[in-house]
């Protein structure tokens, strides 16, 4: 009998399978301009984004394949066929001769890139709930979080020596190695506890899901989290480039707020541990919405053309912040619904993924040559998901973080 992953293997394979998310968008930031060379757009052109935008999109769409089929047959089937999907999307959209098919295989990419992102979650939930859920969650996410850190070196590396489309052949190769790999993956979704695929049992799935505050809350104020985040991931190229002229530190200047995600997301488990996730995710809000103040006061500053430094140093606060507090706010929404974890993570990575790529999207198209749009949605992102943060946990036990 082969042996399985445990322990801290487990907790690296669920890591790297996450991952592949990341390095789906990461990799490939430094070949904007390759890109847009390429197929023929300007070298300030927004239309480069819709390699992250359509992304996010196919991520949307795929967790409804995924969570109900995964509630029936458990989380390995589904999870191997959406790294095979993962892979084969990124090899067409290596090979694609147009800008069109480029996008549309990124659109399926996004789907196969659903699987290890949602049933990851799942796996974790089958095991763990509540503030034991959110601290492992936030640790998840610290190492997840040198994929950013190494991504955008390791992608501006490859151009240098290969072709541009090199960063869309290597997560195609990485998706083969956690297929081999994730055969060690032991089923967490016991035989007992699984569920039958029908529209009335999905159906039924899904209304418990989205009729309870707690969950559907947590939810929306992540939705508006991934949206601050979609943006800074499609902007901030354009912006470093177009507006302070620094488009050639673009992967030391990603890297460097990486690992102050990576730092926020180690310090943010052991508050978790102190506070208790409610009550951390309540404070965290209202934090952001005086960072977001602060960063718009910067960006109307110099007509728009802020002091690189003090808006780089807002900025390292604000993402850090946004990003510490989406696995707790995962774990919190996910803690209610254990008998329907497939369903309710990709009911969550559903709404998540569309409403933070469409209103990252809209983020990014509304640059106008400064960073005063950029500000402006994300005071008006954080602002609302404070909100939906403190109603959804509202009158909540905040001693036990469930």
Known sequence: MRGEATGREFIALVTALMATTALGIDLMLPAFPEMRQQFGMAADSTQVTWI???????????????????DRFGRRPPLLAGLALYGVAAAVAAMAPTWQLVVIARFVWGVGAAGPRSLSIAMIRDRHDGNTMARLMSMIMAVFMLVPVLAPAVGAGLIAFLPWRAVFWLPAVVSVLLMIWSRRLPETLHRDNRRPFTWRAVGQAGKEVVTHRQTMALTIAMTFMSAIMTAYLAGSEVILQEVFGYGQWFPLFFGAIAVLLATNSLMNARLVGRYGAVSLVRRVSLIGIGVTVAMTAVAFTGGGIPNFWLFTIVLCI?????????????????????????????????????????????????????????????LVFMGLAAFFVLWGTHGHDKSQGH
């Open 52 to 70: 992250v935008t359509a992304y996010f999109l196919g991520m949307a769409a795929g967790p409804w394949l995924y969570g109900p089929a995964s």
């Open 318 to 378: 604000a993402i850090p912040l946004v990003q510490g507090l989406q696995p707790t706010s995962n774990a919190i929404a996910m803690t209610p619904l254990p008998h329907v974890a497939g369903t309710a993570s990709s009911i969550i990575a559903t709404l998540t993924s569309a409403g933070g790529a469409l209103l990252g999207g809209l983020a990014c198209n509304a640059f106008d040559g400064t960073v005063r749009p950029f500000a402006i949605y994300f």
